[in-house]
């Protein structure tokens, strides 16, 4: 297509602080020290609860939001320094999605896409097959004269993304992008954002509060709480090997594992002077299967297992295993440490009476 590009550009968030003027004079604090390499070409997800700074810290990328302290770069560029005039030339680099679509009503899907071009002041010669080209990319050729009340969420996103492109960006912010969609066109969506990352080069940059989007989508990722980045690196390692909290509690919902009701019934979260049995998730990846492991924890230290459910996850083109068990709460903590020394990742998950 002739809209290929070789590459997209980096954005390096470098000890990014940013406060807001609070009531009564006070302020409130978005962002604490916030740096992260974005690397060029990547689809990188920030997850983080409401509140937590995501849309503060995407806005920044655009200039729509400025830093306190610290700086924004995208590629070259220092964005909270750049003046109005060159704020608007790179803010044509970075093309925007948004979770409500944020179309022109009165505009068809056409005339959605065809806006920022006409606002450049784009030919319009150059802009029919331009904007023809981008319906196609997106799969809306045959929707092009509706207007937006006449199509599904799916199908408004998608002229989201073809708008969001027409400017030939070198990065694509997503702000819960499918946020508002249902989970197969969720999919959909998120398979066609993946296709542009490849086909174009661009790095995608986005916010999310749902595990699955990142895990299905993001090569690196990062976590955010109360304005700070707890976690970041690639997401199969995260998924894998979490180290924060926030990020545990995040993963546990989408691990695809549920607890039989009569285990979870009588889980508690902390031992008590009656509990039996600990609860643990076993987290094993490439080379560790569990199988010999869990047998030599029986046959070499005569720990019994109770598997309590299992289930295999994929990051990216990488699967790896979970499983819930059960141990005796006098051996829980040695089998666990046997685990962990042979390159396992254990997680208590409560305690059972
Ligand atoms: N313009 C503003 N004025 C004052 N406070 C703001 C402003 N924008 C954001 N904040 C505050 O900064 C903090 C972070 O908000 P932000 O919208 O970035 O979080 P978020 O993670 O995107 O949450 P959500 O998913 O709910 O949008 C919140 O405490 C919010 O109230």
């Known amino acids: 297509m002739s809209e290929a590009q070789t590459s997209g550009a980096a ?6 602080g940013k406060s807001f003027p609070g009531k009564d004079g006070g302020t409130v604090t978005a962002l604490t020290g916030v740096t992260l390499d974005v690397a060029p070409g990547s689809i990188t997800g920030i997850i983080g609860r409401s509140g937590a700074g995501k849309s503060t810290l995407i806005r920044m ?16 560029h220092d964005i909270g320094a750049a003046r109005p005039a060159q704020l608007r030339e790179i803010r044509r680099d970075v093309g925007m999605i948004f979770q409500h679509f944020n179309l022109l009503a009165s505009r068809t899907v056409f005339g959605n896409v065809a806006l920022p071009l006409e606002i450049a002041g784009t030919p319009r010669a150059e802009i029919r097959p331009r904007v023809e080209e981008l319906i196609r990319r997106v799969g809306l050729e045959k929707l092009a004269d509706r207007y937006p009340a006449e199509l599904s969420g799916g199908q408004k996103q998608r002229v989201g ?26 999919q959909t969506v998120l398979a066609l954002l993946a296709e542009i990352n490849r086909d174009l080069g661009l790095t995608i940059l986005l916010i999310t509060h749902e595990m699955a989007v990142v895990r299905d989508i993001a090569s690196h990722m990062a976590v955010i709480d109360g304005g700070r ?21 995040f993963l546990s919902g989408v691990l695809g594992l549920t607890l039989p009701r009569f ?26 299967a569990t199988d010999p492991m869990l047998a030599r924890l029986t046959s070499e230290l005569g720990i019994e297992v109770n598997i309590l459910a299992g289930a295999i996850e994929e990051v990216g083109a990488h699967p790896f295993g979970n499983l819930l068990v059960s141990i005796d709460i006098a051996r829980a903590a040695e089998a ?10 254990t997680e208590v998950q409560g305690y059972v009476r």
């Not at 666990?336 to 990742?345: N, T």
């Open 11 to 16: 954005i390096r968030f470098d000890n990014v």
């Open 61 to 76: 990328v655009n200039g729509l939001e400025r830093p306190t302290s610290g700086r924004v770069l995208v590629g070259e």
């Open 161 to 186: 993304i073809a708008r969001a492109l027409t400017t030939q960006p070198k990065v694509l912010l997503s702000d819960e992008a499918t946020s508002a969609l249902d989970p197969e066109t969720t």
């Open 229 to 249: 980045i707890v976690e970041q690196g690639e997401t199969y390692r995260i998924f894998t090997r979490p180290e924060h909290p926030t990020t545990r509690s």
């Open 263 to 288: 285990i979870a019934e009588r889980m508690t979260p902390e031992a008590q002077t009656d509990t039996t049995a600990e609860v643990f998730r076993i987290t094993f990846a490439g080379a560790h």
């Open 336 to 345: 666990r440490a046997y685990l962990d020394r042979h390159g396992l990742y």
